[in-house]
C-alpha cells in the first residue's frame, strides 16, 4: 500500500493505493499532485511488515508568477496579451511581481 500526505493527493484526490508488483519487484505510481506553492510531504510504502518511507519537497514553479499586461518584455510570449488572471489583480501579486523585478 502507498499511502501519501493530504498535501501530496493522487489524481482524484486518494491518498492511499493499492499497487501489484511487476516481475521486477517494483511497483509503478500513478500521477501525485503537488501543491502550487510548493511543499515538504512523506510518501510511505507498506508491504507486509515492511514499511519504507521517503520525504518529497516541491518548488512552486516559475510559471506561478503572475502576469502584468503593463510589462515592457511579457515573461511568457506564449501568453496572449489578452490573457487576464483569474479574479483580477491581487495585491499578493503585485508584491510578488515587485520582488521579481
Not at 482524484?12 to 500521477?31: M, S, Y
Not at 507498506?46 to 519537497?57: C, L
Not at 488572471?85 to 508584491?95: D, E, K, Q
Request: glycine share 10%; proline share 9%; aromatic share 4%.
Amino acid at each position: 500500500m502507498i499511502t501519501l500526505d493530504d498535501e501530496f493527493p493522487l489524481n482524484g484526490g486518494a491518498t492511499t493505493t493499492t499497487l501489484v508488483n511487476g516481475a521486477n519487484g517494483r511497483v509503478i505510481l500513478p500521477p501525485i499532485n503537488a501543491p502550487a506553492i510548493g511543499g515538504t510531504g512523506t510518501l510511505r510504502a507498506t508491504s507486509g511488515a515492511s514499511v519504507e518511507t521517503a520525504s518529497v519537497t516541491t518548488l512552486a514553479p516559475l510559471a506561478a508568477r503572475c502576469l502584468d499586461s503593463r510589462e515592457t518584455k511579457p515573461p511568457f510570449e506564449s501568453v496572449p496579451n489578452s490573457a487576464a488572471p483569474f479574479g483580477g489583480r491581487s495585491s499578493a501579486c503585485a508584491t510578488y511581481q515587485a520582488a521579481l523585478c
